[in-house]
């Protein structure tokens, strides 16, 4: 697992535990990756748990393996305890970025058991919920406009930033491509998705006062700003 990034850090408020929530193309990748460059945190992400897991042969990867080699869902049986052993390694110490968990109202429940007893240095923290907020409209000319190089796999969007010759890459001159998933009929299907699933759990950090949703159509920075100034706001919190 990474090592502890404390001393680097050593000025940098800890942040304890960010979930963000929002469908894809809102921009929580790039959020996740700038709060973890600011904060020295890490970004975990449920499916390179089960990578590792699997990997190194853990009991429980074995277990995982068949069903992710057949397309099936990882049962929270399996999922919960591997999610708990990657959250107590040292780099977990000053906080992370949760990236595709939880799913559901049940892994929301359990992560609040969970850190009802884990401590981050010497205090407990609740999860900052962060919820970014993009119109539909907005996110299927994000998601069906990007192109990428074949070549080089830089990106492009024929609606936000396109290439300076339709179609071609500007770096190497190649014929840009649309990837399959990227299709605005199974984009729709995304967000359909999205919505009915992430709903309840919107719901349920709402009931707890601790949903903070932000406009995911601003400029970048200006969205990143608001997230730290939430993030620190929540640590000095838990200082006082």
């Known amino acids: ?8 850090f050593r000025d940098t408020p800890a942040v304890g535990p960010v979930i963000l929530l929002g469908a894809p193309g809102a921009g929580k990748g790039t959020q996740a990756m700038m709060i973890a460059a600011r904060y020295g945190v890490p970004q975990i992400s449920t499916g390179d748990i089960l990578r590792i897991n699997v990997a190194r042969g853990t009991e429980l990867g074995k277990k995982a393996d068949p069903l992710m080699k057949s397309g099936q869902l990882v049962p929270d049986e399996l999922m919960l305890p591997m999610v708990g052993e990657r959250l107590r390694q040292p780099d977990c110490q000053r906080g992370y970025i949760l990236d595709g968990f939880p799913r559901t109202v049940g892994q929301a429940e359990w992560l609040d058991d969970y850190l009802e007893t884990a401590t981050f240095g010497e205090r407990k923290m609740a999860p900052v919920v962060i919820s970014i907020k993009v119109g539909y ?13 074949p070549v080089d796999g830089k990106i492009y969007n024929i609606y936000f930033q396109p290439p300076q010759k339709e179609g071609v890459c500007d770096s190497c001159g190649a014929q840009l491509v649309q990837r399959k998933d990227d299709k605005e009929e199974v984009i729709s299907e995304r967000l359909k998705s999205y919505e009915s699933q992430t709903l309840p759990l919107v719901e349920y950090y709402r009931r707890r006062d601790r949903l903070c949703q932000l406009n995911g159509e601003q400029p970048v920075d200006r969205l990143t700003a608001e997230i730290f100034a939430i993030l620190e706001g929540a640590a000095a919190a838990t200082e006082r």
């Open 1 to 8: 697992m990474p090592a502890d990034s404390s001393d680097q």
């Open 137 to 149: 409209n907005q996110l299927l000319q994000r998601l069906t406009g990007r192109r990428s190089c």
